[in-house]
């Protein structure tokens, strides 16, 4: 069989709903998903094989000016992927203004020159449809995209328009994962997403963008049909451990049972989860903790 495959880059500014996109798309939770912005801190490969064609895409953080050693990670995270692909998709939401952060995406994929989708995403939040025609008008006016998708992740309404779109931008070429394959993440960092996924839903504002997971370990009992998982929450300040904690641990176990249940889900057994919470503090200004927590230049 003649193979055909595309790497895509899926690129734009915080909290436009790139992840929702990536999940909606290959059909699988391949990528945490909250309502504050820079929830994705790291390129996240999801995978999706239909036929002859693999198409590989690269979630990434949103576009945001750094303010931390963390943050400088993450664009970086976003430059190198638009330097990596085949093609990249922008998604961005139906209101007037293009950003500034848009603006230097949009002169990324020109510097590479290569195909990009525009997609405007939330439609079914839509209630002006002259916005998104200006912010349509005004970014097809900044490149040429080879087409413009307005789609809603939430719902999935028009996300099969854009695989379409995007299976034509395939190119002869080798499957470079398993058909079967929806990302490359281990079981360990998908655990440990999860788990941060529950304490951004959970908490407010500063906390969960000064929290790192880290999962210790991970171990099928061997008399028992059960999975053994550590983890660690590290946060920035005693003030945050102990809103982490809760009164008498409830926080805790909310996010503990919350993530639990997930976790078991996906793995498919039955999981006992422990989470311990520990204070590294200002570690997202810290070269050496933000390599151990897992962001590093692969
Ligand atoms: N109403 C509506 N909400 C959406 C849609 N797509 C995403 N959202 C919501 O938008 C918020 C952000 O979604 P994410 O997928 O985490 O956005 P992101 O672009 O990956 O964000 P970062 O990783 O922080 O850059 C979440 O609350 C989603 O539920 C959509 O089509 N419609
Ligand atoms: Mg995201």
Redesign the pocket.
């Known amino acids: 069989m003649e193979t055909r495959s595309a790497f895509i880059a899926i690129v734009?500014?915080?909290?436009?709903?790139?992840?929702?996109?990536?999940?909606a798309m290959v059909g699988e939770k391949v990528?945490?998903?909250?309502?504050?912005?820079?929830?994705?801190r790291n390129r996240i490969v999801g995978i999706l094989t239909r036929g002859e064609t693999q198409l590989v895409f690269i979630?990434?953080?949103?576009m945001h000016k750094p303010r931390t050693k963390l943050s400088e990670f993450m664009v970086r995270q976003v430059r190198r992927s638009v330097a990596d692909v085949d093609a990249a998709v922008l998604?961005t939401e139906p209101e007037k203004e293009v950003t500034k952060a848009e603006r230097e995406l949009l002169d990324n994929i020109k510097a590479m020159g290569i195909p990009a989708v525009l997609v405007i995403?939330?439609?079914?939040?839509l209630k002006r449809r002259e916005d998104m025609l200006e912010k349509m008008q005004a970014l097809s006016a900044e490149y040429e995209f080879e087409a413009v998708v307005p789609?809603?992740?939430?719902?999935g309404d028009g996300v099969d328009i854009l695989l379409a779109e995007l299976s034509q931008l395939a190119e002869e070429g080798p499957h470079f994962f398993d058909d079967d394959d929806f990302t490359d993440q281990p079981e360990r960092v998908i655990a440990g997403e999860v788990i941060r996924e529950k304490i951004l839903n959970n908490m407010r504002e500063e906390i969960p963008h000064g929290t790192a997971v880290s999962v210790e370990s991970m171990k099928e009992r061997e008399d028992k049909d059960i999975i053994d998982i550590d983890a660690v929450i590290y946060c920035e300040r005693d003030s945050h451990k102990g809103m982490l904690i809760g009164k008498q641990g409830s926080m805790l176990k909310t996010i503990g049972s919350q993530a639990r249940e997930e976790i078991e889900a996906f793995l498919d057994a039955k999981v006992n989860l422990k989470l311990w919470v520990k204070v590294k503090e200002d570690w997202r200004n810290k070269e050496g903790l933000i390599k151990q927590f897992g962001f590093t230049e692969e």
């Open positions: 734009g500014r915080p909290n436009v709903g790139k992840s929702s996109l990536l999940n990528a945490i998903v909250s309502d504050k912005p820079q929830t994705t979630d990434t953080p949103g998604v995403n939330k439609i079914d939040t789609l809603s992740a939430l719902t």
